[in-house]
């Protein structure tokens, strides 16, 4: 592995169902993203995750969950899947900086595209 | 509301020509601003960034520039290259742990 992994590339999922996207990075960076990406939105953060252990909402968390139970793994959720969920989905990663000292950029894996029906 | 605002959805160069592409956001308590690069099937990848100690960031044909009074960033690519067709994101520094907020993004089209 190298790098951000996501799985699966792509899914077709029946609405009601449940669907979990696996995301795994070797960097050992401490924090984790997941971004949905939608024509003429742009990327939206979902959840993020600061250190292993912790998680937070981002600007579109809703109907969807998070875990970060070790560094390298962050799992996203889908407990009850609708057609507004169709999209792409982007895991990302980046160290975490120390506070008031910069930027750390974040780095995005290759994405799974979700369609919900 | 959009924050970060790429009012161009698409944008068409020659060649050997300069690429400009903007940006503009509203919340100006936050001063650190990327942009990304995104082909087709693949994730986003860094390209460049500025802090607001700076107006100005270069990295080889790619420059950065930041009007904080207008609160408008820049990215000028020259000489542009077939390989620049891409979408490009500009993003900001929203939060702490390095949260983004990311524009609608501009598609890029270098024609030979």
């Known amino acids: 592995i190298a790098g951000i992994t996501q799985a699966p590339t792509s899914q077709i999922l029946a609405a009601g169902r449940r669907m979990t996207l696996r995301c795994t990075q070797d960097?050992?960076?401490?924090?984790m993203y997941w971004y949905r990406q939608d024509l003429g939105l742009g990327l939206r953060l979902i959840h993020y995750?600061?250190?292993?252990?912790?998680?937070g909402k981002g600007e579109v968390p809703d109907g969807y969950s998070v875990s970060r139970a070790n560094t390298d793994d962050f799992p996203l959720t889908l407990a009850s899947a609708v057609p507004s969920q169709t999209s792409v989905y982007f895991c990302?990663?980046?160290?975490?900086?120390?506070?008031?000292?910069?930027?750390?950029?974040?780095?995005f894996g290759p994405g799974t595209r979700l369609t919900v029906l | 509301d959009q924050q970060v605002k790429q009012n161009s959805p698409s944008l068409s160069v020659q060649e050997g020509r300069i690429s400009i592409l903007n940006c503009d956001y509203t919340?100006?308590?936050?001063?650190?601003f990327l942009w990304y690069k995104k082909y087709p099937a693949e994730g986003p990848t860094f390209l460049i960034s500025?802090?607001?100690?700076?107006d100005k960031n270069e990295d080889g044909r790619f420059t950065v520039f930041l009007n904080k009074s207008a609160k408008h960033l820049s990215l000028h690519i020259v000489p542009s290259q077939p390989g620049d067709s891409a979408v490009y994101f500009c993003?900001?520094?929203?939060?702490?742990?390095?949260?983004?907020?990311f524009g609608t993004g501009t598609q890029l089209k270098v024609e030979l």
């Open positions: 990302a990663s980046s160290v975490t900086p120390a506070s008031g000292s910069g930027i750390n950029e974040q780095f």
């Open positions: 500025i802090s607001s100690i700076k």
């Open positions: 993003a900001q520094i929203t939060g702490g742990g390095n949260k983004l907020t």
């Open positions: 995750s600061n250190t292993a252990g912790t998680t």
């Open positions: 919340n100006s308590m936050f001063d650190y």
């Open positions: 960097m050992r960076h401490n924090a």
